[in-house]
């Protein structure tokens, strides 16, 4: 296909110089996972289309003042080879999706008007208010032109982290809920706007509900290689300490606690178990280190050090477990950047996770504590070599298969023959 196309990416990714601004004022976790995707994204589309592709981001970050330090966000432009925008908005709780999505408009709208090509496409990432809504204004302003959302989560399934729901429903709770409800209701009825989809599983086809084309991407491995610097883990050549890693959202539901304790079954005295992170479940780490001083628990470290800890351990480990109705419509962004690492992978086989994977995963015989432990022992035994070999290789396919010029390759060749499609549509006779 000739690429003879205008994209507009919409999203909330983090531009390079804005991002330390962005963690400085973040309180809690930043969305490392949904930025890096996104940039994945972008960047492979522009391996395909070049300057052709432009970026509005209305930042993915917590609300004034509980999760982020500036109730306001002022706009501003970045990467001026591609005109890409920062559009500013009012951060407060509900009602900055709304600005989000009235402050998108205008230069959406010159975006439209630009140029006269009847191959245009909106893509927009992230199934929220925000997002769908900016494509529901897409094709108001030309019915003609092709929208896809990504959605990496479906919104009843957004911010699982475990949090307790109240025994005694009260006022406040009541109310919330009828306010989720309906704006589930509307987010939904929103896709009537959306031509195709980009999907993290094939489960969620089924609960989008929609005969429109769609195309399954787990994820994009990044484009380049990390190599390794200082990380305060002491290596000496192979001969290593059984260390294991685990870099993420440190929450009990997420079965770091299991971790924790499958680790507490390994007799080896100078093994190690890292985590970097921080959740609800920081304090019962803190506790398991005092009584088992080979836990460290690192806390939030750069990006760039969690990458080097990946690519020195023995071993990374996944610890949540299949249990859950959402393990059906999430992938675990770790599980790529782990296997992209060249490092042995243990986990648990989730629902959303390809079959495909089985063959670079050492997944536990079964979700027991119990298992866990084995497998972990298991992976530690195997000699330098072994291991060094099976990263290796699981490495290669990651990068082969999952890179960001392969996976946008994919999503292009749908919106290609739906654009055809609707410029076809729109050249019939009323």
Not at 191 to 208: A, G, K, N, P
Not at 367 to 385: D, F, H, I, N, Q
Request: glycine share 6%.
């Amino acid at each position: 296909m000739d690429h003879d196309i205008d994209m507009l990416f919409l999203g909330g990714l983090f531009p390079k110089k804005s991002e330390p601004w962005i963690l400085e004022n973040t309180k809690g976790v930043a969305q490392h996972a949904a930025n890096v995707l996104q940039w994945n994204l972008v960047d492979g589309f522009r391996a395909h289309l070049g300057k052709s592709v432009r970026v509005y981001s209305a930042l993915f970050i917590g609300s004034f003042p509980k999760r982020f330090r500036r109730p306001w966000v002022r706009s501003r432009r970045f990467g001026p080879e591609f005109g890409d925008i920062l559009v500013g908005f009012l951060n407060l709780p509900v009602i900055k999706h709304v600005s989000q999505a009235r402050r998108l408009r205008r230069p959406i709208k010159q975006w439209v008007v630009a140029r006269d090509n009847p191959s245009k496409i909106a893509v927009a990432y992230s199934f929220t208010y925000s997002m769908i809504a900016s494509l529901k204004f897409v094709k108001k302003c030309n019915e003609s032109i092709t929208t896809c959302l990504v959605v990496p989560d479906l919104p009843e399934y957004m911010n699982v982290s475990g949090a307790t729901v109240p025994v005694q429903p009260t006022v406040k709770s009541i109310a919330a809920e009828k306010i989720y409800r309906y704006l589930k209701r509307r987010l939904y009825a929103y896709l009537r706007y959306v031509d195709s989809f980009v999907l993290l599983t094939e489960q969620m086809t089924d609960h989008i509900g929609s005969s429109k084309p769609i195309v399954v991407c787990e994820g994009i491995s990044a484009h380049h290689l990390h190599t390794s610097g200082d990380t305060g883990v002491d290596t000496v050549g192979d001969q290593l300490p059984c260390t294991i890693v685990y870099a993420g959202s440190l929450h009990v539901s997420y079965g770091v606690m299991r971790l924790v304790e499958a680790f507490g079954q390994l007799p080896d005295p100078s093994a190690r178990l890292v985590l970097c992170g921080s959740g609800d479940a920081e304090l019962l780490i803190r506790d398991s280190a005092v009584i088992d001083p080979r836990i460290e628990l690192r806390g939030q470290v750069s990006r760039d050090e969690v990458l080097d800890l990946e690519s020195l351990a023995t071993v990374l480990v996944n610890p949540r477990t299949n249990v859950g109705e959402y393990t059906k419509y999430s992938f675990p962004s770790k599980l790529i950047e782990y296997l992209s690492s060249g490092t042995p992978v243990v986990a648990h086989e989730l629902s959303g996770v390809p079959a495909e994977y089985s063959q670079y995963v050492h997944y536990a015989e079964d979700e027991s504590v119990e298992s866990l432990a084995r497998k972990l022992a298991e992976v530690c035994s195997m000699t330098p070599e072994e291991r060094r070999r099976e990263g290796e290789s699981a490495s290669r396919w990651v990068h082969e298969e999952k890179n960001p010029y392969a996976q946008t390759g994919r999503i292009l060749h749908m919106l290609e023959s739906v654009s055809k499609g609707q410029s076809a549509h729109a050249e019939l006779p009323l």
